[in-house]
C-alpha cells in the first residue's frame, strides 16, 4: 500500500508537459484511452500542419533543402511531388556548342511551372534544371557548380551510354560530304503529330541515294538524329567506287533530264512562221507609228536609259497606248524562271499583237520589266 501511494504522489507531482516542450504532437495512448496532451486548440493548429495541405513551396521552404552529397535536385524534387501525385517531365530541349564540348539543355516542368538547367551532360542538365526549378519555387539564389558536382559525383556513377555525349553530326555529316566530294546532304520534315505542347517530328536525312530517318520533340533533336543515323551508316559501309559512280551517273542525268523536261513542250510546239504578209503589216505598224509622231513617243525617243528610277515605265507605256490607240495587256505568268524569279508578259494590241516578257523578284518587279522591255521594242522600231 505504502509503495502504491508513493507512486500516486510521484505522478501528482510530474511536472505538466507544455505543446511547445513536445516532440509528438500526436494524441497519447493512457490506459488503453486516446487522450490529447494539456495544450491550448491554437498551439495545436498552429503545430499540426499535414504535408499534403501545404503548397509545394511552403513544403520545401519548411524542409529547409540544401544540396548535400546525399540527395540530389531531381531526387528532391521528385520525393517532393510524388507525395501528391505528380510526376516533373524532363524534355531534352537544345543541344549546343563545339564537337568536343557539347552543352545540353533540359527544361523541367510540371502544372504550369518550369525552368531550364544547362549541363555538360544530359544528367548533369536535368540536375541543373530541377535545382533552378527548386530555387524558383523557394526563391533562393542559385548555388554554385561546385555543390551541385559534389550532389552528381557522390549519387550518380558514370554515365551511361544513352547519356555520352552525342557531339555534333550535323558538321561531321556535312564534313564527310564535302571532304569526299559528294552532294551535300538534304534534311525534309516528313511528319508532327502530336499535342502542341508534345509534339513529335520526323526528319529525313538523305546523302546521295541513302536515307535516314529521325525522331524528336523538337525538329533540332530530329535533324541530328537522323545525321547521326546517316554519319553511322556511311561511316560502318561506306559506298564503294562502283556504287558511287552509278549514283553520281544517275543523279546528273535525273537532273539533265528535269532540265529537258521544262522545254519539251516549247520544242514539240507547232509555231507558224513569218511570211511576207506579215512582215509587211509589221512594216507597216512602224510606219504608221513614225508618221504619227505624238508628246509620248517624243518623251521615249528622249530618254537616255530607261532602267532610271525617276523612269514610270509602266505610265509611259500607257501614255503611248493611249495616244496611239492600242491597249496595253499585261499577263502574269504562273510558273517561275529557272532562276527563281516572276515573270510576267505585256501584250500590245497592235497589228500584228506585239509581245515582250519580263523577270523580276517580285510581281511587280516582272510588271515594270515587261513594260520596260516593250518600251525598249517600241523606242528601236520609231527610232528615225
Excluded at 51 to 59: G, S
Excluded at 108 to 136: C, F, P, Q, T
Excluded at 243 to 271: C, G, P, S, W
Aim: glycine share 4%.
Amino acid at each position: 500500500m505504502k509503495e502504491l501511494k508513493m507512486k500516486d504522489l510521484s505522478l501528482k507531482d510530474e511536472p505538466t508537459v507544455h505543446a511547445e516542450d513536445q516532440i509528438s504532437t500526436f494524441p497519447q495512448r493512457r490506459k488503453g484511452k486516446y487522450t490529447r496532451p494539456q495544450q491550448s486548440p491554437v498551439a495545436v493548429d498552429a503545430l499540426i500542419v499535414p504535408a499534403e495541405t501545404q503548397t509545394i513551396e511552403e513544403a520545401l521552404k519548411s524542409q529547409e533543402i540544401s544540396y548535400m552529397p546525399m540527395k540530389t535536385p531531381v531526387s528532391i524534387l521528385q520525393e517532393l511531388l510524388s507525395r501528391r501525385g505528380i510526376t516533373p517531365t524532363y524534355e531534352l530541349v537544345q543541344i549546343e556548342g563545339a564537337i568536343h564540348e557539347p552543352t545540353f539543355r533540359y527544361r523541367v516542368s510540371y502544372n504550369d511551372k518550369d525552368a531550364m538547367g544547362a549541363g555538360r551532360s544530359k544528367k548533369e542538365a536535368k540536375h541543373a534544371a530541377a535545382k533552378a526549378l527548386i530555387d524558383k519555387l523557394t526563391g533562393q539564389a542559385s548555388l554554385g557548380a561546385e555543390q551541385i558536382e559534389i550532389a552528381l559525383e557522390s549519387s550518380l556513377g558514370p554515365g551511361s551510354f544513352d547519356d555520352k555525349a552525342m557531339g555534333n553530326p550535323i558538321g561531321w555529316l556535312q564534313e564527310m560530304c564535302m571532304s569526299r566530294r559528294w552532294p551535300p546532304p538534304t534534311y525534309e520534315t516528313e511528319m508532327e503529330v502530336g499535342l502542341p505542347h508534345e509534339r513529335q517530328f520526323t526528319i529525313a536525312c538523305t546523302v546521295l541515294k541513302y536515307r535516314e530517318v529521325g525522331q524528336g520533340k523538337s525538329k533540332k533533336i530530329a535533324k541530328r538524329i537522323a545525321a547521326h543515323k546517316m554519319w553511322t551508316r556511311l561511316q560502318d559501309n561506306p559506298p564503294d567506287a562502283a556504287q558511287l559512280n552509278q549514283v553520281i551517273d544517275e543523279e546528273a542525268t535525273e537532273e539533265i533530264n528535269q532540265k529537258l523536261n521544262r522545254y519539251v513542250d516549247l520544242k514539240d510546239a507547232h509555231i507558224p512562221s513569218l511570211t511576207n504578209q506579215h512582215s509587211f503589216k509589221v512594216a507597216q505598224f512602224h510606219k504608221s507609228l513614225k508618221a504619227t509622231f505624238g508628246k509620248a513617243l517624243s518623251k521615249l525617243q528622249a530618254t537616255a536609259s530607261l532602267s532610271s528610277a525617276d523612269i514610270n515605265c509602266i505610265q509611259l507605256l500607257q501614255d503611248i497606248a493611249t495616244e496611239h490607240q492600242f491597249d496595253v495587256t499585261y499577263v502574269e505568268v504562273e510558273e517561275k524562271t529557272y532562276s527563281d524569279s516572276f515573270q510576267c508578259l505585256v501584250q500590245l494590241s497592235t497589228l500584228p499583237v506585239a509581245v515582250c516578257q519580263g523577270s523580276g523578284k517580285t510581281r511587280n518587279d516582272a510588271k515594270i520589266a515587261s513594260a520596260r522591255n516593250a518600251l525598249e521594242y517600241l523606242k528601236i522600231m520609231t527610232k528615225k
